[in-house]
Nanobody, 120 residues
Framework: QVYLVESGGDSVQAGGSLRLSCTASRYTHSMGWFRQSPAKRREVVAAIDHMDKTTYADFVKGRFTISRDATKNILYLQMDNLEPEDTAMYYC?????????????????WGQGTQVTVSS
């Protein structure tokens, strides 16, 4: 079991920026961010593997950056140029399998979520 605690969610205007953080109780090979809003199904946003290779959903490419501090077991999501469509609950996940991308990540632990609200 890996315990995850997210932070950094807030309400911002369109075009603004936020940085989400996720502190894990221990290291895992791969981590990622998912999001869910009432109007949409849960969707993967970004993933990072044990080699720090990153992959992104098309709808965030060029605007979001996933990174990690493996020494401190902290995952980040820098979100720039936010749009109202980015409004959602954002969840940090782990997958203790190497070489995971957004296409094959299979979460084995979830955080409680942090709310991001973007107004136009």
């Amino acid at each position: 079991q890996v315990y995850l605690v997210e932070s950094g969610g807030d309400s911002v205007q369109a075009g603004g920026s936020l940085r989400l953080s996720c502190t894990a109780s221990r290291y895992t090979h791969s981590m990622g961010w998912f999001r869910q809003s009432p109007a949409k199904r849960r969707e993967v946003v970004a993933a990072i593997d044990h080699m720090d290779k990153t992959t992104y959903a098309d709808f965030v490419k060029g605007r979001f950056t996933i990174s990690r501090d493996a020494t401190k077991n902290i995952l980040y999501l820098q979100m720039d140029n936010l749009e109202p469509e980015d409004t959602a609950m954002y969840y940090c996940v782990t997958d203790n399998t190497p070489f995971r991308t957004i296409d094959n990540i299979m979460p084995d632990n979830w955080g409680q979520g942090t709310q991001v609200t973007v107004s136009s």
